[in-house]
């Protein structure tokens, strides 16, 4: 069965940083699909500027057309706190016996014990660890435990079962921040090329980030 793929995020805004790395994974490992699940208010980060349904409607007008990309709103729309563990789970679910593939940055690996009953989450997926050539590794404490009992560096091995495998992985990264993007909306300057054209109109239209800090 074919994997799916789970890349999320606050998306303030989405831009081409997250897009192509979904295709890169989407690539290396054949998944059917990546979805991309937009976080109402993030725990571990500051609040996002734009309100959700706007940050929806970037995305929703970021993928469109594109095969394999798709958006996900269930935590937007689940009452009360929302934790990644209960988003696999609801994965799970519904995709009893598919691989799927929580995409995350190595920022994200090293703080992962951060993260709310986050020794499950590889017994409901796996984990693709987008990387630069050079990036460090966790070198002690519980993620690198974790890492180095579950550590698979073959896509064809990962792939064979639905959870379970980590692995790091290298796809060309474009370095591109929305913390930068709202600035430069903030000061008046082009966002061409980093933010797809849809994404522009609709951050133009709602002057979403005009008052950026």
């Not at 890349?7 to 831009?15: A, E, I, R």
């Not at 979805?35 to 208010?41: H, I, Q, V």
Request: charged content about 25%.
């Amino acid at each position: 069965m074919a994997g799916i793929g789970i890349l999320g995020g606050t998306f303030d805004p989405v831009h081409c940083g997250h897009l192509r790395l979904a295709l890169e994974v989407r690539d290396l490992l054949s998944l059917a699909s990546v979805r991309l699940l937009p976080a109402p208010n993030p725990r571990l980060r500051d609040a996002p500027r734009a309100d959700v349904s706007l940050r929806l409607q970037m995305l929703e007008a970021a993928v469109e057309g594109e095969p394999g990309l798709e958006v996900d709103a269930r935590e937007l729309e689940r009452e009360g706190p929302t934790y990644t563990v209960d988003s696999l789970q609801s994965f799970r679910r519904e995709f009893p016996d598919a691989p799927i593939v929580f995409i995350v940055g190595m920022d994200s690996l090293r703080r992962l014990d951060r993260w709310h009953r986050w020794q499950e989450f590889t017994s409901l997926a796996h984990l693709a660890v987008a990387d630069r050539p050079g990036g460090s590794l966790p070198g002690t404490g519980p993620v690198a435990d974790l890492l180095a009992a579950h550590r698979c560096d073959d896509p064809a091995t990962l792939m064979a079962k639905p959870a379970g495998h980590i692995m790091i992985c290298s796809p060309p990264l474009l370095d591109i921040s929305a913390t930068r993007i709202r600035a430069l909306v903030a000061e008046g300057r082009s966002i061409r090329f980093l933010v797809p054209d849809k994404v522009i109109e609709l951050i133009n239209r709602t002057r979403c980030y005009a008052d950026e800090e």
